[in-house]
T-cell receptor
């Protein structure tokens, strides 16, 4: 069975600094998708970044980038130039869809606080 | 704003009751997904509908059911409610397949007393 592990329950970073959130997963699948979602105090889930497992190039979205290590089953999120608005809960998620079955598994989250 | 709307924002009810949560997907999106986020279970996928038909099931209880209507809005029905059903229920939508990016709504907070 697939699992997603976020080993850092809480982290903090100074404004304008860089922080990396870790995520590891376990699967025997070869093709799948990985996501990072942000959940601010408003509780809405916001997609931050998405990575297809068949793509070797790491995904990047403005200040957000990932370090995808398929062999190590690691998918960390790097936030550069941290801003106060980045304060939120961050969830790593694994998704696999094939032949009508669908697995979408979330980690337990990392609470990030950006300090002024 | 993701473009996905959910009503109501908050719902307080008693054990044994039945409630209906409503979701309107982004314009043009054919797939709707339902998730439950509780303190002890984290975020869990419940069910997916695509263009009116059930596409995939996750950890959805038999007391829960959902449907997607011709206008593509979806409803999640929760019956015989228990205290443990108290949670934040999210709806998400995507263009078509489940490999598309999902856009989440603001959620409905259900409190069962």
């Amino acid at each position: 069975a697939q699992t997603v592990t976020q080993s850092q329950p809480e982290m903090s970073v100074q404004e304008a600094e860089t922080v990396t959130l870790s995520c590891t997963y376990d699967t025997s699948e070869n093709n799948y998708y990985l996501f990072w979602y942000k959940q601010p105090p408003s509780r809405q889930m916001i997609l931050v970044i998405r990575q297809e497992a068949y793509k070797q190039q790491n995904a990047t979205e403005n200040r957000f980038s990932v370090n995808f290590q398929k062999a190590a089953k690691s998918f960390s999120l790097k936030i550069s130039d941290s801003q106060l608005g980045d304060t939120a809960m961050y969830f790593c998620a694994f998704m696999k869809s094939s032949s009508g079955t669908y697995k979408y598994i979330f980690g337990t989250g990392t609470r990030l606080k950006v300090l002024a | 704003d993701s473009g996905v709307t959910q009503t109501p924002k908050h719902l307080i009810t008693a054990t044994g009751q039945r409630v209906t949560l409503r979701c309107s997907p982004r314009s043009g999106d054919l797939s709707v997904y339902w998730y439950q986020q509780s303190l002890d279970q984290g975020l869990q996928f419940l069910i997916q509908y695509y263009n009116g038909e059930e596409r995939a099931k996750g950890n959805i209880l038999e007391r829960f059911s959902a449907q997607q209507f011709p206008d593509l809005h979806s409803e999640l029905n929760l019956s015989s409610l228990e205290l443990g059903d108290s949670a934040l229920y999210f709806c998400a939508s995507s263009e078509s397949t489940s490999t598309d990016t999902q856009y989440f709504g603001p959620g409905t907070r259900l409190t069962v007393l």
